[in-house]
């Protein structure tokens, strides 16, 4: 079968994330739960349809960046909207400047993403006492900025007058978060007025926006309101200036004000919290974090893990030949490989990680520019790849990769930190516990050899 090499390089951008809800991402969908030590999506809907479906629960997922999480929380949200409840997804990022995040921030972002979600529905919130806030809080601002004069906004220009009710409430919020992550003065201004009054912010998301669009949802057949918010593990984690790492400020010291919206609520956690020594901490406020693992291409024996290799593999095919049945994209392997070798090999030297194998794949379709794609050509992309991580790389943190490929474990300090977070260790799931090792692109390294 012929293929189309512009439209399978644009399959394989590692920067698409797969929507559950469309028709063609779901042909490049692969499960790999068999081999990520359990159905954690499935465990993740269960707690809210099955355990509480009526009362609020809140969870954190994290995970390498980049091995999935959103695709899984997009199928979570398609999934639980099957169940027949009413689903907020959103990216925080796109609201919230990840270099200097405060829990107002947070708060304000998803009372307007919910807000957003319900007018749409045609369930415009009311509010009047949480619109008496925001117009409080835009005066705050006004002295430091006319923002009487209107914002370019998403939505269009609006005029910032709450007070008369003429904007929806999306937009009133969208008037303090749009200008606050652009200028760091003005959201350092903001979160000192909103700082103190957070109990009185929770109070009118809670009981004028969340508990009332529940009670109006269940009127029109939905079970509940789930609100998950992504891309929270990308939060930096440089100090706050009182000294306080941000990510640590954030999931423990205001962990009450995270599980204090009453609704479901799944937030993504940078993996780094897991090795911080505030880990139990984190623990007591929360239930066990939900991990997702890299797809393993061996066990910790070092024994060879055939199915998670044949998975990638069938992720790799899928986006050539998504209309192929398995077996059918297995006969097609000729005709995009020089041999079954190349693909093993790019499977392989990924760790399992899905972005960094489309990453390599990409690179190595534009860079061969025809099928089938050369071994002497993917070598070429992984040793450019293995240069770029290796510049930034410390004596200490070289012999902290010494030590992690030597007894398959993370310690706590921060120096592991920063290899988890850096993605030169990838973490592993083996019948319930975790393993980790040195991500397979470094571990060809001249400086890690020793340790084979």
């Known amino acids: 079968m012929a293929v189309d090499l512009r439209r399978f ?24 739960s068999p081999v990520r030590g359990g159905k954690i999506i499935e465990e993740l809907k269960d707690n809210i349809t099955f355990f509480s479906p009526d009362e609020p629960t809140c969870v954190l997922f994290t995970g390498h960046i980049g091995c999935g ?18 689903v907020v997804y959103f990216e925080s990022s796109e609201d919230l400047e990840m270099a200097d995040v405060d829990i107002g921030d947070v708060l304000l972002a998803i009372a307007k993403r919910v807000s957003e979600s319900l007018e749409q ?28 004069a ?12 709450t007070d008369k009710r003429e904007v929806s409430l999306s937009a009133g919020i969208a008037e303090l978060t749009v200008v606050a992550k652009n200028d760091q003065n003005l959201r350092d201004r903001l979160n000192q007025f909103l700082g103190p009054q957070k109990n009185k912010l929770l109070d009118a998301i809670n009981q004028e926006l ?18 998950i918010v992504d891309n929270l593990d990308r939060i930096d984690s440089r100090a706050k200036s009182f000294g306080r790492p941000q990510q640590e400020y954030l999931f423990i010291d205001q962990s009450e004000c995270l599980t204090r919206l009453r609704c479901h609520l799944v937030y993504t956690m940078p993996l780094a919290l897991k090795f911080s020594n505030e880990y139990g901490m984190l623990t007591q406020r929360y239930e066990e974090p939900k991990v997702l693992p890299m797809v393993p291409l061996q066990f910790r024996d070092g024994q060879a893990c055939g199915e998670g290799l044949a998975l990638l593999q069938q992720m790799v095919l899928a986006r050539a030949f998504p209309e192929l049945k398995e077996s059918q994209r297995l006969e097609q392997i000729p005709e995009l490989f020089d041999s079954p070798a190349s693909l093993e090999r790019l499977c392989c030297i990924s760790g399992g990680h899905v972005r960094d194998l489309l990453r390599l794949l990409n ?3 534009k860079k061969g520019r025809q099928v089938p794609l050369s071994r002497e050509m993917l070598e070429e992309v992984i040793r450019a790849r293995r240069n770029e991580m290796m510049m930034p790389i410390s004596d200490d943190e070289w012999e902290l990769l010494r030590q992690v490929r030597q007894r398959k474990k993370v310690s706590g300090d921060q120096g592991y930190q920063t290899l988890i977070r850096s993605r030169l260790v990838f973490e592993y799931r083996d019948r319930g516990e975790s393993w980790f ?4 692109i470094l571990a060809e390294a001249e400086e890690l050899q020793e340790c084979q």
């Open 9 to 32: 390089f644009q399959a394989t951008n590692p920067s698409k994330t797969l929507v559950a809800g469309n028709p063609e991402d779901q042909k490049f969908y692969i499960d790999f």
């Open 69 to 86: 999480k959103s695709t899984e929380l997009l199928r979570l949200k398609a999934e639980l909207e099957q169940e027949g409840f009413h």
């Open 121 to 148: 529905a045609n369930l415009d919130p009311q509010a009047t006492g949480f619109r008496a806030l925001l117009a409080a809080t835009r005066k705050v601002l006004l002295t430091e900025i006319n923002v009487k």
């Open 150 to 161: 209107g914002v370019n906004l998403p939505v269009g220009k609006v005029e910032l007058d």
């Open 210 to 227: 969340l508990e009332p669009a529940i009670a109006r949802l269940k009127q029109r057949g939905k079970k509940g309101l789930v609100v």
């Open 363 to 365: 690179d190595w379709i």
């Open 437 to 440: 090792d040195v991500n397979p």
